[in-house]
Structure formats: C-alpha cells, structure tokens
C-alpha cells in the first residue's frame, strides 16, 4: 500500500504561481512514476504532468505544457507541482498519483487538494 498526501492548495490570483506537494508514505519503493491529475466541477478528469521516480523523466499535458513543472525530492518521497500564471481555467482538485510498474494503472490516489484561481 501506497499513502499519498497532498498540500498547497488554495485561492490565488490569475497570473500568480502556486507550489503542490504529494508526500507518499507505505510502500514507497513500489513506485515506478508518480503523476498529477486535476479535475474541475462538470468535468472528466484530467492528466496534468508525470515524473518516473528513478529517472526523472517527465511529461505534461497539452493544457500546462510551459507553465507547469513537476519535480521530486526522492530523499523526502515528495513530488511537487510548481504552477505559473495560473488562469482560471486551472481551477480544479489537484489530485497526486503513484503507479507501481510500467503499463500498470494509476493505482493510488491522494484526497486532492483544491486550486481555485480567481479573475
């Protein structure tokens, strides 16, 4: 079992930047990549960026691609979602999620973490 915990959430401003951290805890070495998704009120939910924990490679979706960055601290078992000119549109529950090996499914999902950005 994997347990993630999300923080950082909030109310910001259009145009500020906000930082989200996922810490996982359990069985942390079962973790092949850990990843973000968001979703927002009448909306399917949506991928936002994911890391691979050994390598370090990353990938994001369309939406956050050059305003977003996805990061890890291995030592601290945290990802962290650094968020820049936010827009309202990015309003959402921010979700952390771990996958435990190539090809499996998001297996583990933290509680989420809401975003709200204000015009």
């Known amino acids: 079992q994997v347990q993630l915990v999300e923080s950082g959430g909030g109310l ?3 145009g ?3 930082r989200l951290s996922c810490t996982a805890s359990g069985r942390t070495t079962s973790r092949y990549a ?4 968001r979703q927002a009120p009448g909306k ?16 994001y979706g369309d939406s956050v691609k050059g305003r977003f ?9 945290t990802m962290y979602l650094q968020m820049n000119s936010l827009k309202p549109e990015d309003t959402a529950v ?6 435990t090996v190539l090809g499996a499914p998001w297996g ?6 809401q975003v709200t950005v204000s015009s």
């Open 12 to 14: 910001v401003q259009a």
């Open 16 to 18: 500020d930047s906000q």
């Open 34 to 37: 850990m990843g973000w998704f």
């Open 44 to 59: 399917e939910r949506e991928f936002v960026a994911r890391i691979t924990w050994s390598g370090g490679n990353t990938f």
């Open 69 to 77: 960055t996805i990061s890890r601290d291995n030592a601290k078992n």
């Open 94 to 99: 921010y979700y952390c999620a771990v996958k």
């Open 108 to 113: 583990y999902w933290g509680q989420g973490t």
